[in-house]
């Protein structure tokens, strides 16, 4: 398989699959059907809960896991079907992080980061020149002879990356990598991930089971459920029209607007007899995010509104808005029809009466 | 107690302490790497190959399950092979070390085994070859935990070294059973028992702080 047709992917999943003999029953599918193209300097997020198969996909992609079913092609080289000496010189150029870290204890942040080059048979002045300028670009000057038992989990993490990327791998692979750390030095590792892909032009994959990760630093989004990705694409678009429940529960959990406990229990399906109240959701993308679309809504056409929930943000540069609001439900047609002609997503959630 | 007393008590130590040593230094030779293999080739590890795994396992077992006192016997036509007598404290020797090689082979599988399967993968992930995980990630992951081992190993051995005497190995034991029990001399055992005290105590302390000195794993002390 010297010749896999190139689709300038860096990575390329191709109808992968992944099944698990399970004593008592037999086969159990992991994975199934995967078929998506990573581009070359992007970072891609694949998201989804734990059990979902994620942390297996991402193992394909250097070899720790062989696929049962299609194929996954990192640079050209075909990972499923190279050989022992093949897949070490592919690993080479795919570095991994982890949540856990994964640092060899008895080495310091130095022994740490040299310990790939020494693998890769690299020469000792090189491997000298090389560690500096890693531990350099993280920020562990300082740190180069502790051990990993005396730094902070965001600083461990930092040895992580600086040890992934010395053997100047083209795609980096990211499990899980500030699940372990708190919110504020999750950013500070989501930022030194962001300036090394700007940087060196690096393609990251990273899993995750957090929608802010993504929102964060990722272009592109895959949302894996059940062993099958359910929706994929630019980051952007995703958040803006979600198109799978998955995918929407994971961005409730961000956008901060579920429904307020007292409307949500009161919240019906069907519209009710009588004076009701139509819940819509309306998510504000592009251009218009920063419109004052709900006063024209009023202005124009005298129909009110009542903000039930909602929050403004950014993904990337693109400034992005979601709330929840509720009008009367005779005029709840009319009033979608003008959000829509607008260039706004809207979404009716339900009625209370 | 006479000065002649005295000169054998000093001779029955420097035995023992150079029965020990080699018997010691000589079952780590072997017992390290078959402790390693033992680890690293369970079924879905490093170089997996169960049945081997098994075979070799049951010899390990077998090999511990001999009394050392019936070992010592059993094996001296062995010993007159490899030692050229089966009399004496070279020859004493051949069954020390084959009564430690296993017991070796087991704490140090033990020690590899602790080790964080997390680092395996991360080294994997970087493309080294099973010898470069288990040269450069498992063996000096696993050394406080070895260091601990072979402490124990030695403590076990001077023990050992107190049966020799059924051939010929001399040393401390022989000397307390000699004339401390059947010349019924109490003072002589009493010292011999105070030497081997002394002497388990400077194993285990010396054998704790050299772990201690390898383990980088817990924060030092910095008075925080």
């Known amino acids: ?353 | 107690m006479s000065a002649n007393l005295i000169n054998l008590l000093i001779e029955a130590t420097l035995q023992t302490l150079y029965m020990v040593a080699i018997s010691g230094a000589l079952g780590t030779l072997f017992g390290l790497p078959i402790g390693v293999y033992l680890a690293v080739s369970q079924r879905g590890e490093l170089l997996s190959s169960p049945w081997v795994n098994k075979v070799l396992g049951l010899i390990v077992n077998a090999a511990r399950s001999v009394p050392f006192i019936i070992l010592v016997v059993a094996i001296i036509p062995f010993t007159r092979m490899i030692a050229g007598t089966s009399i004496g404290t070279t020859a004493a020797i051949v069954p020390l070390t084959i009564a430690a090689v296993p017991f070796i082979a087991r704490l140090v599988e033990n020690a590899i085994r602790e080790v964080d399967s997390g680092l395996i993968e991360a080294a994997r992930a970087m493309g080294a070859t099973p010898f470069q995980i288990i040269r450069k990630v498992l063996v000096p992951e696993a050394l406080p935990g070895i260091t601990l081992g072979l402490t124990l190993a030695v403590v076990s051995l001077i023990g050992y070294s107190a049966m020799v005497g059924a051939v010929g190995g001399e040393g401390l034991g022989d000397l307390g059973i000699r004339y401390g029990y059947q010349r019924f001399m109490p003072e002589v055992m009493l010292a011999v028992v105070v030497i081997l005290i002394v002497l388990v105590q400077l194993v285990q302390s010396l054998g704790e702080g050299l772990a201690r000195l390898v383990d980088k794993r817990a924060p030092r002390n910095r008075g925080r």
């Open chain 1, 1 to 353: 398989m010297a010749d896999v047709q190139t689709s300038g992917a860096a990575i390329t999943f191709d109808k992968l699959g992944k099944s698990f003999d399970k004593k008592g029953s037999g086969k159990v599918m992991a994975l199934e059907d995967i078929s998506l193209d990573v581009a070359p300097g992007t970072i891609t997020g694949i998201i989804g809960r734990s059990g979902a198969g994620k942390s297996t996909l991402l193992r394909m992609v250097n070899g720790l896991e062989q696929p049962t079913a299609g194929t996954v092609t990192v640079a050209g080289h075909d990972v499923g079907r190279a050989g022992a000496a093949e897949l070490r010189r592919i690993r080479r150029d795919v570095g991994m992080i982890f949540q856990h870290f994964n640092l060899l204890s008895s080495r310091t942040v130095y022994g740490n980061v040299a310990l790939p080059l020494e693998i890769a048979g690299v020469p000792g002045a090189e491997i000298k020149r090389r560690v500096d300028d890693l531990i350099g670009r993280v920020g562990l000057e300082q740190f180069s002879n502790r051990y990993p038992a005396e730094l902070s989990g965001g600083q461990k993490q930092r040895v992580g990356i600086a040890r992934a990327l010395a053997t100047q791998p083209k795609v980096l692979l990211s499990d899980e990598a500030t699940s372990a750390l708190d919110p504020e030095t999750t950013q500070t590792v989501l930022k030194l991930l962001a300036d090394i892909n700007r940087d060196l032009g690096l393609t990251i994959l990273l899993i995750t089971h957090e929608m802010a990760v993504v929102r964060d630093i990722a272009s592109h989004v895959a949302v894996i459920d059940g062993g099958r990705i359910v929706e994929a694409g630019q980051t952007y678009d995703v958040f803006a029209a979600p198109q799978h429940p998955t995918t929407r529960s994971f961005l409730a959990g961000i956008t901060g607007i579920t429904l307020p406990s007292f409307i949500a229990g009161k919240l019906q399906a069907e519209r009710p007899q009588g004076e009701s109240q139509e819940v819509i959701r309306i998510t504000f993308a592009g251009t218009h995010a920063t419109d004052p679309m709900l006063a024209k809504l009023t202005s124009e056409l005298g129909i009110p509104v009542n903000i039930l929930a909602g929050a403004i943000e950014e993904i990337g540069p693109h400034p992005f808005g979601n709330l929840l609001v509720s009008v009367d439900a005779t005029r709840g047609a009319e009033a979608r029809a003008y959000l829509q002609r607008h260039e706004l997503l809207t979404e009716v959630l339900g009625y209370v009466g």
